[in-house]
Nanobody, 115 residues
Framework: VQLQASGGGLVQPGGSLRLSCTSS????????VGWYRQAPGKHRELVAS???????NYADSVEGRVTISRDIAKNTVYLRMNNLEPEDTAVYFC??????????WGQGTLVTVSS
């Protein structure tokens, strides 16, 4: 299984980005797919996740500004981020958990929020 994250970049405060996580396998087979982020000097934290049944979960710090969604036909999970703040600057990773408990990680994509 390979997960390919993309869509990061430099954006001004208040701006928006959409990150994509494309799987080499069928994303519907995963129990859940999540987006995590790791800022310099900080631990990796969960940003948002979506289960096979399309239940979503968001970190308090991004609630209302971030939407996780998926396109099963494209084997892709998206993270739409609006009203970005400098505190959102981090490397963003996607992760998938299989039905047997295996966890897969993609490479990160850097998001920098700065004027």
């Amino acid at each position: 299984v390979q997960l390919q994250a993309s869509g990061g970049g430099l954006v001004q405060p208040g701006g928006s980005l959409r990150l994509s996580c494309t799987s080499s396998g069928n994303i519907f087979t995963y129990d859940a797919v999540g987006w995590y982020r790791q800022a310099p000097g900080k631990h990796r934290e969960l940003v948002a996740s979506i289960t096979r049944g399309a239940n979503t979960n968001y970190a308090d710090s991004v609630e209302g500004r971030v939407t996780i969604s998926r396109d099963i036909a494209k084997n892709t999970v998206y993270l739409r981020m609006n009203n970005l703040e400098p505190e959102d600057t981090a490397v963003y990773f996607c992760s998938a958990v299989s039905s047997i408990g295996a966890t897969y990680w993609g490479q990160g994509t850097l998001v920098t929020v700065s004027s």
